[in-house]
């Protein structure tokens, strides 16, 4: 059985450079500040291996993430009501859904995207992200990425 991921908030002092950079190359992509992976992980200076083998993993947290909105995917089996427990759990988080799509179920398996809004009053992340994962029926829950809608207006 998989181990359910375990999320950690250090300082960026104790973050191995290497993760940093795939930080940097993420944030580059996104700005559209450069076209290609391999134009983000030359500006910053790591591999196109390293970048691949992190970029899943990491992610820059903002101490006021209230307005934020991240986009989580999952690969779920296709069960009658598992659909209504993974939005349970965020709903009892206190986070707004923006928006659902799930795919058709392929070999009993569909793959599902949601927009989460981060309130002021969303409980604690991380521990939603442990319920999601450990749900019966869902697999690989992943980050896809996050929206700071109150920097942008700024």
């Given at each position: 059985?998989?181990?359910?991921?375990?999320?950690?908030?250090?300082?960026?002092?104790?973050?191995?450079?290497?993760?940093?950079?795939?930080?940097?190359?993420?944030?580059?992509l996104?700005?559209?500040?450069?076209?290609?992976?391999?134009?983000?992980?030359?500006?910053?200076?790591?591999?196109?291996?390293?970048?691949?083998?992190?970029?899943?993993?990491?992610?820059?947290?903002?101490?006021?993430?209230?307005?934020?909105?991240?986009?989580?995917?999952?690969?779920?089996?296709?069960?009658?009501?598992?659909?209504?427990?993974?939005?349970?759990?965020?709903?009892?988080?206190?986070?707004?859904?923006?928006?659902?799509?799930?795919?058709?179920?392929?070999?009993?398996?569909?793959?599902?995207?949601?927009?989460?809004?981060?309130?002021?009053?969303?409980?604690?992340?991380?521990?939603?992200?442990?319920?999601?994962?450990?749900?019966?029926?869902?697999?690989?829950?992943?980050?896809?990425g996050?929206?700071?809608?109150?920097?942008?207006?700024?």
């Amino acid at each position: 059985m998989e181990e359910a991921a375990k999320y950690f908030v250090v300082r960026q002092k104790a973050v191995p450079e290497v993760l940093l950079k795939v930080v940097e190359a993420k944030r580059l992509l996104e700005t559209e500040k450069v076209m290609t992976i391999q134009e983000a992980v030359d500006a910053v200076g790591i591999s196109r291996s390293s970048f691949y083998k992190y970029k899943d993993d990491i992610f820059q947290f903002h101490d006021n993430s209230q307005g934020t909105t991240i986009t989580l995917t999952f690969q779920m089996d296709d069960e009658p009501g598992l659909l209504s427990d993974v939005l349970k759990i965020i709903a009892e988080c206190r986070a707004n859904i923006l928006t659902i799509h799930q795919s058709i179920p392929i070999n009993g398996v569909a793959s599902l995207s949601l927009s989460i809004q981060i309130l002021q009053t969303t409980g604690d992340i991380s521990g939603m992200m442990l319920q999601l994962e450990s749900q019966k029926g869902v697999h690989h829950v992943k980050i896809q990425g996050e929206k700071d809608f109150q920097r942008d207006i700024m």
